[in-house]
T-cell receptor, first 114, second 113 residues
Framework: DTAVSQTPKYLVTQMGNDKSIKCEQN?????MYWYKQDSKKFLKIMFS???????INETVPNRFSPKSPDKAHLNLHINSLELGDSAVYFCASSQGRSSGNTIYFGEGSWLTVV | SQQGEEDPQALSIQEGENATMNCSYKTSINNLQWYRQNSGRGLVHLILIRSNEREKHSGRLRVTLDTSKKSSSLLITASRAADTASYFCATDGGTDSWGKFQFGAGTQVVVTP
């Protein structure tokens, strides 16, 4: 059984469109994250939610809006997509906010904006 | 700026050899973790080392931490083709950054049979 699952895995869309990536974890964790991995493989945190509450919001354009309907789900909605949004987006989860806890990653969503 | 930076960027070795990669970071940390990413996949946790620890082992993995130099190393002994992957260190940036991991760009390791 997949622990952290995200859909879609691949997404090709045109500039200006709005798209969403969904994420679900079945680990019972209370903290979920969105990370962005660019073409040079740098992985940067975008958002973190703990029990549906936003606790980390990095300097991400407000075109990106996370939504956590419950602690098992964290979706990412992106408005007015730009070429620079092309990247791999990883959803992840952990139990608690401590940096001593393991982060479990999904398989990634490859977003290409054309 | 990236908190953790891995070195070298790429490493090519033959099966059976050891692979060593380093991670340097800028601010104090509570914990440092190493992750592996196979091509086209998500990251998988390998090992955690706390700031008061100097060395940890897990199977063929050995991690060291030198907080005075703000650096960590990951050693994979007796490498196998299946170890081919990118390896990332993740640091927490200190007490103000609980849950806010910073990753580098990784070290890409290729193990040839």
């Amino acid at each position: 059984d997949t622990a952290v699952s995200q859909t879609p895995k691949y997404l090709v869309t045109q500039m200006g469109n709005d798209k969403s990536i969904k994420c679900e974890q079945n680990l019972g964790h209370d903290t979920m994250y969105w990370y962005k991995q660019d073409s040079k493989k740098f992985l940067k945190i975008m958002f973190s939610y703990n029990n549906k509450e936003l606790i980390i919001n990095e300097t991400v354009p407000n075109r990106f809006s996370p939504k956590s309907p419950d602690k098992a789900h964290l979706n990412l909605h992106i408005n007015s997509l730009e070429l620079g949004d092309s990247a791999v987006y990883f959803c992840a989860s952990s139990q608690g906010r401590s940096s001593g806890n393991t982060i479990y990653f999904g398989e990634g969503s490859w977003l290409t904006v054309v | 700026s990236q908190q953790g930076e891995e070195d070298p960027q790429a490493l090519s070795i033959q099966e059976g050899e050891n692979a060593t990669m380093n991670c340097s970071y800028k601010t104090s940390i509570n914990n440092l973790q190493w992750y592996r990413q196979n091509s086209g996949r998500g990251l998988v946790h390998l090992i955690l080392i706390r700031s008061n620890e100097r060395e940890k082992h897990s199977g063929r993995l050995r991690v060291t931490l030198d907080t005075s130099k703000k650096s960590s190393s990951l050693l994979i002994t007796a490498s196998r083709a299946a170890d081919t992957a990118s390896y990332f260190c993740a640091t927490d940036g200190g007490t103000d950054s609980w849950g806010k991991f910073q990753f580098g760009a990784g070290t890409q390791v290729v193990v040839t049979p």
